[in-house]
């Protein structure tokens, strides 16, 4: 079965650091466009960040220098290290796969796990 | 950057048609993905790439794009469809996922 579960959430301390996991699982995280995605308590969807199966990275501007995807092959995992927490960094923190059907691959997401959330607080 | 515009809520009885509208400048040159979430739940990709719906995605669900409007309907809607819905795009000028606002729909 195709599945994803986060994990690693909890209290950060403001300026702080937390590394959140995301486990896949009837898949490969480092064949796949493997994504994290943000959301605020009451509030919509956020990206946060993505990384190619060839190892490029992109970023929300607003965890620019602060956050840094990276995956661990040998454990098929994916990860979120967040560095400098703000309270605004508070959110359910979902990890996602991007969309390939037998034909093609597009930049929907359609794997999704459960989400985990982070809060940031003194 | 690139934003994404969606009315805060929509309200349809059982049955009827919903029509939920994304709004972006130019949308209609890119690709639209649509998700639905209930509340508590992971986002639930329903249509992607426009009008494509993914495997297990009831006919119900269908998109459209063109100019400055993408658009969700949903018809025969049932109880079961209310939840938050997302549109959500690649920008290719900032290498950035955007995310609508948002949508709400209620079955009265």
């Known amino acids: 079965e195709v599945q994803i579960v986060e994990s690693g959430g909890g209290l950060g301390q403001p300026g702080g650091s937390l590394r959140l996991s995301c486990a896949a699982s009837g898949f490969f995280v480092n064949t796949n466009y493997m994504n994290w995605v943000r959301q605020a308590p009451g509030k919509g969807l956020e990206w946060v960040s993505v990384?190619?199966?060839?190892?490029?990275?992109y970023y929300a501007d607003s965890v620019k220098g602060r956050f840094t995807i990276s995956r661990d092959n040998s454990k098929n995992t994916l990860y979120l290290q967040m560095d400098g927490l703000r309270a605004e960094d508070t959110a359910v923190y979902y990890c996602?796969?991007?969309?390939?059907?037998?034909?093609?691959?597009?930049?929907?997401?359609?794997?999704w796990g459960q989400g985990t959330m982070v809060t940031v607080s003194s | 950057s690139y934003v994404l515009t969606q009315s805060p809520s929509v309200a349809v009885a059982p049955g009827q048609t919903a029509r939920i509208s994304c709004g972006g400048k130019?949308?209609?040159?890119?690709?639209v993905h649509w998700y639905q979430q209930r509340p508590g739940q992971a986002p639930v990709l329903v249509v992607n790439d426009d009008s494509d719906r993914p495997s297990g995605i009831p006919e119900r669900f269908s998109g459209s794009n063109s100019e400055d409007t993408a658009t969700l309907t949903i018809s025969r809607v049932e109880v079961g469809d209310e939840a938050d819905y997302y549109c959500?795009?690649?920008?290719?000028?900032?290498?950035?996922?955007?995310f609508g606002t948002g949508t709400k729909v209620t079955v009265l």
């Open positions: 959500q795009v690649w920008d290719t000028t900032s290498d950035s996922y955007v």
């Open positions: 996602a796969r991007r969309f390939c059907n037998t034909r093609t691959c597009s930049d929907a997401l359609d794997i």
């Open positions: 130019n949308i209609g040159r890119k690709v």
């Open positions: 990384l190619y199966s060839v190892g490029t990275t």
